[in-house]
């Protein structure tokens, strides 16, 4: 694990703690009346760790896109199409790949088990829920410690700019719904006028277009105003100015960041605002025509 679960700020306790309270806690199969009659206190999560470690050890990626020639480049892009012959090369199935705005980020396997955790096998499935985030065509696996954006330094606007990458037919001005999708695929309510997520709610109409400031970027609006991203989540109101936001496929795309979070669900008529920053619960936003 120190060498292959490493946290990216260096946390490596912390951020072991978060998979097994978010993941390892989830499996059924590793609950201690499923561990047999040499079950020891804890060592579910023992064996939570060893697993994962040995399924990674099964998924040399790195090695299977160097083969297909796939390698980090700052100038060579890639598409799609590619990525998924390699993971139907080696594995049967498709993958999940995963990009910030053009630059592939991570990569999700998907599988069935067949038995418990601890000793079962596991068979390579077609993924269920959430898609890849990764566009179509202009897809960049950059080399380490390189920061995009045509080699750009720091502090300068890096959001993608070129509409021709963006799969799907480009966003018109027809009314839409902005519906809020879990991490399982499953829309769960919507979003409303003033930007906040309710679970069962009439859901706004919102006007999904072009923005005036740069044709890459979507404007969106519904009756109360422009909508934008502020400290405090998504929110739609006058005098605010819509930008940065984009569409992959029927995700909105807000700066490259498909995935938003909140820090509760949404019960009854409460009213739960869409955060940028990381939180408690995974989201997507998906854009679907208003009927």
């Not at 480049?73 to 890639?78: F, H, K, N, Q």
């Not at 498909?258 to 955060?275: A, H, M, N, R, W």
Request: proline share 5%; net charge neutral.
């Amino acid at each position: 694990m120190k060498e292959f679960w490493k946290d990216q700020h260096g946390n490596d306790e912390t951020f072991w703690e978060h998979e097994w309270a978010k993941h390892g806690t989830c499996i059924s199969t590793l609950e201690p009346h499923c561990m047999g009659s040499s079950y020891k206190p804890q060592s579910e999560v023992v064996t939570f760790f060893n697993r994962t470690v040995d399924l990674f050890k099964s998924l040399p990626t790195y090695e299977w896109l160097k083969a297909a020639n796939i390698v980090p480049s700052a100038t060579t892009t890639y598409n799609l199409d590619q990525l998924q012959e390699v993971a139907k090369q080696y594995t049967g199935q498709e993958a999940v790949w995963n990009c910030r705005g053009h630059v592939l980020n991570e990569v999700w396997w998907h599988f069935n088990t067949v038995g418990t955790v601890a000793d079962g096998k596991f068979v390579h499935a077609s993924p269920v829920g959430p898609r890849s985030t990764c566009p179509y065509k202009g897809i960049q696996y950059l080399p380490k410690g390189h920061s995009g954006g045509g080699g750009g330094g720091g502090g300068g606007d890096h959001r993608p700019k070129h509409p021709g990458h963006q799969p799907g037919n480009p966003p018109s001005d027809r009314k839409h719904f902005i519906y809020v999708v879990d991490e399982h695929g499953q829309r769960n309510g919507c979003l409303i006028s003033n930007g906040n997520w309710l679970s069962r709610a009439t859901c706004a109409s919102f006007s999904v277009s072009v923005g005036h400031d740069d044709k890459a970027l979507l404007e969106i609006r519904t009756r109360r105003g422009a909508c934008a991203f502020e400290d405090s989540g998504f929110r739609c109101a006058k005098g605010l100015k819509s930008e940065g936001f984009e569409k992959n496929g029927d995700r909105l795309v807000y700066e490259g960041q498909e995935v938003f979070y909140s820090d509760k669900l949404p019960e009854g008529t409460t009213q739960v605002p869409i955060l940028k920053s990381k939180s408690k619960n995974s989201i997507y936003l998906e854009i679907a025509d208003a009927h």
